[in-house]
């Protein structure tokens, strides 16, 4: 892994992040902030399976997704190797979150629960909503408003790694908000918000 790359793309996704995100009065909601964040990185663990077996390997989107439709209407994505980019290997959206929390000291959210709350939530009301947790946007929100700038700029990264570069500009905003925010609540704000964004089609 060409770690000039990845920092070089996170470096500039966080600042047009930053950009975006800003209120009229210039300050930032660190809630809002990693909810985007998270929001982005989910959705590439699920865009990253995308580009690895169906559009490089040819492999129909049925034969890596359990495509589960809600009563709306609406269809939710599930594949294993989507959660391994999520929680799963050496340079999953988990893996540069909880080296924060080591980093820090700080206690790890239940990871499992989050994974099971997001499967559960799904068509529900409660569905891309941070729990306990206000943002400006819902996950769809910020995937919506925010996934082609963000793919713009770690498109750049090799197939079926984007999920890595948008995890290393979280990190980097954990980092940076730790004194107004834990580290432990940020943490579960970015990997509830990626479980949730795994699973959607914007």
């Avoid at 390997?57 to 939710?76: H, M, N, Q, T, W």
């Avoid at 959210?109 to 819902?138: L, M, N």
């Avoid at 996950?139 to 995890?167: D, F, N, Q």
């Amino acid at each position: 892994m060409n770690n000039t790359v990845y920092k070089k793309c996170a470096d500039e996704l966080f600042a047009r992040l930053m950009l975006g995100l800003k209120n009229p009065d210039g300050s930032l909601h660190p809630q809002s902030f990693l909810c985007c964040l998270g929001s982005l990185a989910g959705y590439a663990c699920k865009q990253d399976v995308i580009d690895e077996y169906v559009k490089d390997k040819g492999l129909a989107a049925s034969d890596v997704f359990d495509i589960i439709p809600s009563k709306s209407g609406e269809r939710y994505y599930f594949s294993k190797l989507a959660d391994d980019k999520l929680a799963g290997d050496d340079h999953s959206v988990w893996t540069y979150v909880s080296a924060v929390l080591v980093k820090t000291g700080s206690d790890a959210p239940d990871i499992g629960e989050i994974f099971s709350h997001a499967a559960k939530s799904c068509g529900g009301e409660d569905f891309g909503k941070v729990r306990s947790c206000e943002t400006g946007e819902d996950i769809r929100g910020y995937v919506s408003l925010m996934w082609k700038p963000a793919h713009s700029i770690v498109s750049e990264c090799p197939h079926g790694t984007m999920h890595a570069c948008i995890a290393m500009a979280a990190q980097k905003a954990m980092l940076a908000f730790r004194s107004v925010l834990s580290p432990t609540e940020q943490a579960r704000i970015v990997m509830e918000s990626a479980a949730a964004a795994a699973k959607i089609k914007i």
